[in-house]
């Protein structure tokens, strides 16, 4: 399996009896998502390559390549690109959002014309970005479920979760999904903002849960929740492992980003989770380097 996040991939591949258990011993389907945060689990044959402006691409940054500015306030960052053209086959791609940072046409579009005929499964709220691009849409409301079958006969079953509403309170939710393996030995529960409905979930269960941890404010409103809210959406669906989302670490421009501020940190959610869910572990990803995921 590889899930794509902001392009930078991770991927499971079937490995024998090594230990720890890859994820994709269990979710064998690649998947591409294009979500915020910037990790990889077990990238095969990813290609880092220079810098090459007529490229369509995403950046790449770890603290390893981060280097201050002597002339400036700001910090600079050596950027690692990883291209379309870089990506290993893909089985599916995953769109939770219909925003422009989840479902970007200036990557999309590129991606379209390599592949047409790609699997893509999405909210109803991109069905007016995602039908001109792609013939092999899927659109999911909150419940409903789709299987995906790989290239080599594996597959998956995806289900919608409700996520956010970013509208009026009338306008349908953004999605969140659960991934759920063959026989179902393992789930993976997904969704960028940490905002998710109790009771939809409390009869499921996942894995591992890929999440915000660190709130984002805006002055008087919660634009991406995280802390005590990603400790309970973890004991609610009884996760064994979480996955912090890095979306605070991107580099953004803007108004409303010199507005947003940070709360919380890695650190105090671990300390959070540790009183409510203390076998829970946290694995914190690098970009661009595996993160393998011991079997539960």
């Known amino acids: 399996m590889a899930v794509y996040c902001n392009s930078a991939p991770f991927s499971c591949k079937a490995w024998r009896n090594r230990d720890p258990t890859p994820l994709s011993a269990l979710l064998p389907t690649r998947l591409f998502s294009?979500?915020?945060?910037?990790?990889?689990?077990?990238?095969?044959?990813?290609?880092?390559?220079?810098?090459?402006?007529?490229?369509?691409?995403?950046?790449?940054?770890?603290?390893?390549?981060?280097?201050g500015s002597s002339s400036s306030g700001t910090d600079v960052f050596n950027l690692t690109y990883l291209e379309l053209t870089d990506l290993p086959q893909v089985d599916c791609l995953l769109i939770t959002q219909s925003l422009d940072d989840h479902c970007h046409l200036k990557t999309l579009k590129p991606l379209s014309e390599m592949s047409p005929n790609l699997r893509v499964i999405a909210t109803p709220n991109a069905k007016s970005l995602l039908d001109p691009l792609f013939r092999n849409v899927t659109y999911l409301e909150p419940g409903q479920e789709s299987e995906v079958e790989a290239a080599n006969g594996s597959k998956v079953r995806i289900q919608a979760t409700a996520g956010p509403v970013?509208?009026?309170?009338?306008?349908?939710?953004?999605?969140?999904?659960?991934?759920?393996?063959?026989?179902?030995?393992?789930?993976?529960?997904?969704?960028?903002?940490?905002?998710?409905?109790?009771?939809?979930?409390?009869?499921?269960?996942?894995?591992?849960?890929?999440?915000?941890?660190?709130?984002?404010?805006?002055?008087?409103?919660?634009?991406?929740?995280?802390?005590?809210?990603?400790?309970?959406?973890?004991?609610?669906?009884?996760?064994?492992?979480?996955?912090?989302?890095?979306?605070?670490?991107?580099?953004?421009?803007?108004?409303?980003?010199?507005?947003?501020?940070?709360?919380?940190?890695?650190?105090?959610?671990?300390?959070?989770?540790?009183?409510?869910?203390?076998?829970?572990?946290?694995l914190e990803p690098t970009p661009g380097e595996p993160l393998q995921i011991p079997p539960p």
Request: glycine share 6%; with cysteine; charged share 25%.
């Open 166 to 282: 970013l509208g009026p309170p009338w306008q349908r939710p953004e999605n969140g999904y659960l991934v759920i393996s063959p026989q179902g030995q393992l789930t993976l529960y997904y969704e960028p903002h940490c905002v998710y409905n109790k009771d939809f979930l409390e009869k499921e269960h996942a894995d591992i849960v890929i999440t915000p941890v660190i709130k984002q404010l805006l002055p008087n409103f919660t634009l991406v929740s995280g802390q005590e809210d990603a400790v309970q959406l973890a004991k609610l669906l009884h996760a064994k492992f979480i996955v912090p989302m890095k979306n605070g670490d991107l580099d953004s421009k803007g108004f409303l980003a010199s507005i947003v501020q940070g709360e919380g940190t890695i650190e105090s959610f671990k300390e959070l989770l540790s009183k409510e869910l203390p076998d829970a572990k946290t």
């Open 34 to 67: 294009l979500l915020q945060p910037p990790f990889s689990f077990h990238p095969d044959r990813l290609k880092l390559s220079t810098c090459r402006w007529d490229k369509v691409a995403s950046a790449v940054v770890s603290e390893e390549s981060a280097v």
